[in-house]
């Protein structure tokens, strides 16, 4: 049964990418936590914020690539909290996340399979988290995807084939559940930046040189600065900001929608 009355929201990468500061942002705004693969001094400094957290280690949610490991992972968060208002997703890591580069004509139809993740993971974690909204007072998800999907470029035809149908996949299963109250969005991003930045092609940012607030630039970032037209880089903090506007409650009326996060590289 829930705590109290405070919103609950699922984050299923809080240790990475833009989950940290996601989870920070949801904490400051009075929501209570499952925070999947953070750690339990994260889980403290979220609680010192004021929120409730279920932390979730990687080792027990599991890879979260089929159908049984989000339903346990939905059903421990309403275990806890009796409810999910809020899921922040992402897609998976290790096997089925993969991502495939290069001339068309060189490309094997194995690189389509070595991809699954991104659809299927996008399937099963919706199937999951959906019911629960639809049992309670609606809802707001963003599912995070990757702005290779919004604007065709060469040598990324594949992986961006397969990223463009996860983004459609969420609008269209968005349009499904508009008239039950449940909003349901995607993002992708583009040269915003984290700590442990790695990117086929992209060389990685030298060791603390980035934090979620900050992309110190140099070297490394003169060709992520040169093709985006604000000329800098983007940050988790950033893009956390631009998230919660769409998970925290106060905007209900946008669904359906893939946004890019990119300083205006899509419309390039």
């Known amino acids: 049964m829930p705590l109290d009355d405070r919103p609950v929201a699922l984050v299923s990468s809080a240790d990475g990418y833009v989950g940290p500061a996601l989870c920070r942002n949801l904490a400051r705004s009075g929501f209570d936590l499952v925070a999947v693969g953070a750690s339990q001094q994260q889980g403290d400094d979220l609680a010192a914020l004021g929120a409730a957290v279920e932390v979730v280690p990687s ?23 009796g409810r999910i208002d809020s899921a922040a997703l992402s897609a998976p ?23 699954y993740g991104y659809l299927h993971n996008t399937l099963h974690a919706l199937q999951a988290v959906i019911p629960v909204m639809q049992r309670g007072r609606g809802g707001q998800v963003v599912v995070f995807t990757s702005d290779a999907g919004a604007r065709p470029e060469a040598g990324w035809s594949l992986y961006g084939a397969v990223r463009a149908g996860q983004n459609f996949l969420v609008r269209a299963v968005a349009l499904e559940h508009a008239h039950e109250g449940i ?50 880089m983007g940050t988790m903090e950033e893009l956390a900001a631009f998230a919660t506007a769409l998970l925290d409650g106060r905007n209900r009326f946008q669904t359906a929608q893939y946004f890019s996060f990119s300083g205006g590289w899509n419309t390039l």
């Open 93 to 115: 890591a290790g096997p089925g996340a993969a991502v495939a580069r290069g001339p068309f004509l060189e490309a094997d139809v194995s690189a389509l399979t070595d991809m």
């Open 183 to 232: 909003c349901i969005n995607a993002i992708g991003s583009k040269n915003a930046v984290f700590p442990g930045f790695q990117f086929p092609g992209f060389p990685p940012p030298p060791p603390g040189m980035v934090s979620d607030a900050h992309a110190e630039p140099g070297e490394w970032s003169h060709r992520l600065v040169d093709e985006t037209p604000l000329r800098r």
């Open 59 to 81: 080792t027990e949610a599991g890879p979260l690539t089929d159908g049984a490991a989000w339903e346990g992972l939905v059903a421990r968060a309403v275990a806890r909290f």
